[in-house]
């Protein structure tokens, strides 16, 4: 069992533009889920891409809609 390994990524809502700051457990791999932004409570697709160093590659904040 792998044990967490919370990275920290800044982006911003795409549905209101506030800054955000996510929590990513990079232990799990790549993975899609949906966040509620905080200030406007829209439901952001978090797409975070993980290498298999558990090492943040890449992330991708989208709009349920789009
Ligand atoms: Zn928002």
Do not use: F
Not at 22 to 48: F, M, N, W
């Amino acid at each position: 069992m792998n044990e967490a390994m919370l990275t920290t990524y800044n982006g911003q809502c795409p549905y209101c533009g506030s800054d955000l700051e996510l929590s990513i457990d990079t232990s799990s791999g790549s993975q899609e889920y949906i966040e509620d932004c905080e200030v406007c409570c829209a439901p952001i697709t978090v797409v975070a891409e993980v290498d298999l160093k558990g090492e943040l590659v890449g992330v991708e904040l989208r709009r349920d809609s789009d």
